[in-house]
């Protein structure tokens, strides 16, 4: 039996150990920087980031393609009729049904070529027909078209790869800077969630250090209250820092998971992993100069190049409106040869001229103000965009100046937040022990404990402030201003490529 239950102790402490040793393994040490490394490397938010660029990348190969030339087969491989048709016959002069029954083919090889200048298309193409007729009087014909060389063109509509050629690269540009811009949103946003969770470690270490804290302070209040030298109601202050403590240490853990929880998941780590963090006391001392964060801003943020392209799409909106409604005239011409026989051989010998030129006019005669309602209503839209992109470039610059304002007032911020955190971990120390004496009343031990946790906690409350201010220009400018350098210049290896 006292083996059976060795057994089981053994057994029981053995597992304690593995999982005490598993839980170890599973803890992950980082720094600010390499966790930010880890979300834009392999967090969720990244992998939408990405896609979403990659969705703008092919939207402008596919606009690149539409430059070059199109080669583009249109076939009919066998096309079998059998019906009664309705034919007129001379001899008796009636209309009557005849059956009809037929095999029919047709092969068309184009190729084409857009003209951006001038919005119009030159192509040249091979064409091939067969036609086998089952009837009473049954015949084979082949139709060839050996080469044809034909060009179209509006003449005075509208001319979508002129704008295009404005719009598709400031579209993929802003796809490529958005992608950056992405980048240093999640860096930001790393920033919050490192700092939530720091913010609940240390508030774990405060709690257990008032509540050990606490609970020896209260043991010596009993002690001085058995040799009077302390009063009742100051013991029971004492014994309800202790419950306080409790509550606090309580409400430490509870919110040390959250954020744990909320950390890991942004990071895409498994559920179990648990973190410690390091603080991000290690700043650097460099002021910026509004006039030179506001160009680099202007150069590089995707947001003022949508207000551009919105303005690019209204006004070609509103040209569009213009030339499709009103008088408008379209070209055909080609030259070419065909020729048709009842040999597949001879439809190729002796191919005759084939020429066509086809102009068409399209003249707007009555509409009841269509037209006119149309194109006060682009006009108008171009208007407000015009209008709202102005204002939105107005409160960018205002914008930048307030976060360099508050970048470079941070750093003095923090180092006064680090001062006052060490003075007041020093008053605390000095009353506790003048307070182990006998000098110091509890209201003034629990007034000066209150200044030392705000203390800390306002010192962490500032180093957050700096690098959300800090991550926040960056995004701002895409710009590194610690290092010098653009932060699209890296752009091949923010793709893994």
């Known amino acids: 039996m006292h083996k059976f239950f060795l057994t089981i102790v053994l057994v029981i402490s053995l597992a304690i150990f593995s999982f005490q040793k598993l839980e170890a393994q599973n803890v992950k040490r980082l720094n600010l920087k390499d966790a930010i490394r880890l979300a834009t490397d392999s967090s969720l938010a990244v992998f939408k980031a990405k896609n979403l660029y990659l969705a703008g990348y092919w939207e402008y190969r596919t606009y690149i393609a539409q430059k070059l030339p199109q080669l583009v087969l249109n076939t009919i491989p066998i096309d079998y009729n059998r019906a009664l048709v309705k034919r007129y016959n001379s001899t008796l002069d009636i209309d009557e049904y005849k059956q009809q029954q037929n095999v029919y083919s047709y092969a068309n090889v184009s190729l084409t070529q857009n003209l951006p200048i001038t919005g119009g298309t030159i192509y040249a193409d091979s064409e091939f027909g067969y036609l086998n007729d089952f009837g009473d ?119 040390l998971k959250k954020s744990q929880f909320s950390f890991t998941s942004f990071l895409s780590l498994p559920e179990y992993s648990s973190v410690e963090l390091t603080v991000p006391d290690e700043l650097s001392d460099f002021q910026i100069e509004y006039m030179q964060v506001l160009q680099y801003a202007e150069e590089n943020n995707p947001d003022l190049l949508d207000y551009k392209q919105k303005q690019l799409e209204a006004a070609m909106n509103l040209e569009q409106t213009k030339r499709e409604n009103r008088f408008n ?145 960056r995004e701002l400018t895409l710009f590194d201003f610690e290092k010098g350098v653009s932060l699209t210049q890296d752009f091949d290896k923010l793709l893994g490529i």
């Open 137 to 255: 009087n049954g015949y084979t014909q082949f139709s060839t078209v050996p080469i044809r060389i034909g060009f179209s063109q509006k003449l005075f509509g509208f001319n979508t790869f002129k704008w295009q050629k404005k719009i598709e690269p400031l579209k993929y540009e802003k796809a490529q800077k958005e992608l950056v811009k992405a980048n240093e949103t999640i860096a930001k946003q790393l920033v919050d969630n490192y700092f939530m969770l720091l913010l609940a470690q240390k508030q774990l270490e405060i709690a257990q250090f008032n509540k050990a804290n606490s609970d020896t302070l209260y043991n010596i209040g009993k002690s001085r209250l058995a040799i009077a030298s302390i009063s009742q109601s100051d013991v029971l202050s004492l014994k309800v820092d202790v419950l306080n403590a409790e509550n606090a240490l309580a409400i430490a853990e509870k919110n």
């Open 329 to 473: 005239a379209y070209l055909n011409a080609s030259v070419g040869l065909n020729q048709q026989n009842a040999e597949f051989a001879q439809a190729y010998q002796n191919p005759l001229d084939q020429q066509r030129f086809m102009i068409g006019f399209t003249i707007p005669i009555l509409d009841w103000g269509q037209n006119k309602g149309k194109y006060n209503m682009a006009k108008r839209n171009l208007d407000v965009v015009d209008a709202t992109s102005e204002q939105a470039a107005i409160d960018f610059r205002q914008m930048v100046m307030i976060d360099v304002i508050d970048f470079n007032m941070q750093f003095k911020l923090v180092k006064n937040a680090l001062e006052t955190r060490d003075v007041a971990k020093q008053a605390y120390e000095t009353t506790k022990q003048r307070f182990l004496i006998g000098k110091v009343d509890v209201p003034t031990l629990s007034l000066i404990l209150n200044r030392q946790d705000n203390a800390n906690t306002n010192y962490l409350n500032a180093l957050y402030s700096y690098w959300k201010y800090y991550y926040t220009i």
